[in-house]
């Protein structure tokens, strides 16, 4: 891709850009000076779709209008509400729709996951992690394996960066599995790194990981709304993301979960059940025996959050307007574009650690800046940068290809310039 990088240019791509249309279906915040921030943080918390207030508004009227009669007696219906969201949201991990629901939050999902697909067994009990996987996963999958009397110092193995290097490289897991594949219970990676920024191939290290009788699990929550997933066909066991970070479903709000069809009716899995996971036709015939709704809706266990499911509503209709091809293409072509204005920077104190490799990443580069304080992330927030950092020297930055334009990543560039 060949840019240059005038002012002209920004403008210009905007211009040519078909997707920026969808910039005023958000509400971008403002600096003190109340002009817009140049928001690149949508890798943690997503902006708010408009939409999302008349959603959420509808549902507290409907709790005002019908009380209790919610559940049944209107389009969309309390009792199926997290149906209404299951199509989009599988055509945006690339799940049939049978494998993906929308529950619960992000790390809840992720221990009901390992509660089925991780079943430590005589020698076999070690999880393989990614180095720098995110704390709560790392303390989910620790917790895991001391509930089942294991020992997380001897039974986590870490897939490590080599000398010198950020990013991970696959023969390094490979290797890791030639040598312990019979010790290792379950491979559980994040599809894309939080802190690097890499994403991984998922088909590749699901077929390794099966190859040697492991289960495969990826976490998502960096990984939904930002790169095209296409969970089916990887073959992993299961998938769990949060829908506030590429999703812009609003702080906190609602989960997704993935479970391969190939357990949709294995009724022989161990799982923590709850009356939502219960066949729908007997739901409220309050049986005793437990009949789990066949695929990802049998892992379900309480009636769903109406007011924090509402936003999601509001943000995947935009996704399915816009497209997710359309927004892969805008979202390579607009990051290429960062990463050329920040090697163009002068000097050398910015590197960026993320691939180069486009299929190799998602929006996110992460920055590491040399000899850094954090006083430098201080001075670019002061002009009114919107990013974030990560100790001990990382500055993230994600242009989201369905609100972000070519000037943000301009705007960024000149501050960051002029605070170095
Ligand atoms: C954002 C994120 C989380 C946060 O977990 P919550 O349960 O939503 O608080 C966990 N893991 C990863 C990999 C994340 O990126």
Not at 131 to 160: L, M
Request: proline share 5%; aromatic share 10%; charged share 25%.
């Amino acid at each position: 891709m060949q840019f240059d990088s005038l002012k002209e240019t920004a403008i210009a791509l905007d211009k040519a850009d078909d997707l920026s249309r969808f910039r005023k279906s958000f509400t971008i915040p403002k600096h003190t000076d109340n002009t817009e921030s140049v928001y690149l943080c949508g890798n943690s918390l997503g902006l708010r779709p408009n939409k999302a207030v008349t959603y959420v508004n509808e549902e507290l009227e409907d709790w005002a209008r019908l009380g209790v009669k919610g559940h049944f007696d209107k389009e969309f219906a309390w009792t199926r509400y997290h149906e209404f969201l299951t199509e989009s949201m599988a055509t945006i991990v690339g799940a049939k729709h049978e494998e993906v629901v929308v529950m619960n939050t992000l790390t809840p999902n992720l221990h009901f996951m390992m509660v089925s697909f991780y079943q430590p067994e005589g020698k076999r009990r070690k999880i393989v992690m990614e180095a720098d996987a995110f704390p709560s996963d790392t303390y989910a999958v620790a917790s895991q394996i001391k509930f089942h009397g294991g020992n997380p110092d001897e039974d986590i193995i870490r897939w490590q960066p080599r000398p010198g290097e950020n990013t991970l490289n696959i023969e390094d897991l490979q290797q890791i599995l030639s040598q312990h594949g019979d010790e290792i219970a379950l491979i559980m990676i994040g599809a894309v790194n939080y802190y690097t920024g890499q994403y991984f191939d998922l088909k590749k290290i699901t077929e390794i990981g099966h190859s040697h009788g492991c289960m495969v699990g990826f976490d998502c929550a960096h990984a939904a709304g930002n790169v095209p997933l296409n969970l089916h066909d990887t073959g992993a066991d299961f998938a769990v993301w949060c829908t506030y970070k590429y999703l812009n479903s609003g702080p906190g709000s609602i989960a997704g979960c993935f479970v391969h069809e190939r357990h949709a009716h294995n009724e022989r899995l161990p799982r923590f059940a709850g009356w939502w996971g219960h066949d729908k036709e007997e739901r409220f015939l309050m049986k005793d025996q437990f009949k789990p709704i066949p695929g990802a809706e049998g892992w379900q266990q309480s009636n769903a959050p109406i007011l924090s499911m509402a936003p999601i509503r509001a943000s995947l209709e935009l996704f399915m307007e816009a497209g997710f091809e359309n927004l892969r293409a805008k979202s390579e072509h607009l990051t290429s574009y960062l990463e050329y204005l920040l090697n163009d920077l002068p000097g050398d104190r910015i590197k960026i650690i993320t691939p180069s490799t486009v299929k190799d990443r998602g929006c996110q580069l992460s920055l590491a800046v040399k000899n850094a304080d954090k006083s430098l992330f201080e001075r670019i927030s002061d002009k009114g940068v919107i990013a974030d950092w990560r100790e001990p020297d990382v500055i993230r930055v994600a242009p989201a290809p369905i609100y972000n334009s070519y000037m943000d990543c301009w705007n960024f560039t000149q501050i960051l310039k002029s605070s170095l």
